[in-house]
C-alpha cells in the first residue's frame, strides 16, 4: 500500500508573545501586496494613562472596532468590550462567505475558551476548510487543542514558518 503524506492543517496557532501582533500584520500584508485574498482581523493596542486600547481592525476595509472599555485605573473586570467583538464578527462572517486564501483571527481568548466571542465564526471558516491563523495565550492553550480537536498546526514565531505553512495548505494533493 503506497504511503500517502498527511494533508497540512489549515488551522493555525502561534503562542502569543511580544510583538506576535506585528509578525501576523507583516505577513497578512506582505500576502495581499503578492495578490492572496487575506481577510480577517488583526488587533491593534494603543498605550493610554490607564493602561491600553484594544480595537480590531478589517483587513480588507481598515475599520477600527474598539473592543476594551474604559473601567477606571484601579477595576480589576474583563475590560473586553462585547459590543466591539459583536460588530467586528460582521467582517469574519463575511469573510466566510466570500472564500478567502487565509483568514486571520486577532486571538483565540477568553471568550473563545468559553464558546463566546468569535468561536462560532472560526468553527464556521474550520469547518469550510479555509486557512486560519491566529494566536492563543499560554493559558488558554489548552482550551485551543479542545476547541480544534488537535487539528491544527503550531507554528514558530518568524515569518518564514508562517509562510511555509501557508503555502503548503495552498498546495493540492496529488493523486495517489
Known amino acids: ?3 500517502t503524506e498527511t494533508p497540512t492543517p489549515t488551522i493555525a496557532a502561534l503562542r ?3 510583538g506576535v501582533d506585528a509578525l501576523i500584520a507583516d505577513f497578512a500584508l506582505a500576502l495581499i501586496a503578492r495578490g492572496w485574498r487575506v481577510r480577517g482581523l488583526l488587533q491593534e493596542v494603543n498605550q493610554t ?5 484594544v480595537s480590531l481592525v478589517d483587513l480588507e476595509t481598515g475599520t477600527r472596532y474598539p473592543i476594551s472599555q474604559e ?3 484601579f477595576s480589576a473586570s474583563c475590560r ?3 459590543v466591539g467583538i459583536a460588530e467586528a464578527s460582521a467582517v469574519m462572517r463575511r469573510a466566510a462567505g466570500e ?5 486571520i483571527f486577532n486571538r483565540f ?3 473563545e475558551a468559553s464558546g463566546q466571542g468569535l468561536a462560532a465564526e472560526m468553527l464556521t471558516l474550520m469547518a469550510d476548510g479555509i486557512p486560519l491563523l491566529t494566536a492563543v495565550s499560554p493559558k488558554h492553550f489548552d482550551a485551543w487543542q479542545n476547541f480544534t480537536g488537535g487539528l491544527y498546526t503550531e507554528l514558530a514565531p518568524n515569518f518564514t514558518a508562517l509562510e511555509r505553512w501557508f503555502l503548503a495548505t495552498r498546495e ?4 495517489p
Request: charged fraction near 20%.
Open 172 to 175: 493540492a494533493p496529488t493523486a
Open 71 to 73: 473601567l477606571g485605573k
Open 109 to 111: 481568548a477568553g471568550l
Open 1 to 3: 500500500m503506497p504511503e
Open 99 to 103: 472564500n478567502p486564501d487565509l483568514v
Open 80 to 82: 473586553v468590550d462585547p
Open 16 to 18: 502569543s508573545h511580544e
Open 49 to 53: 494613562d490607564h493602561g491600553c486600547n
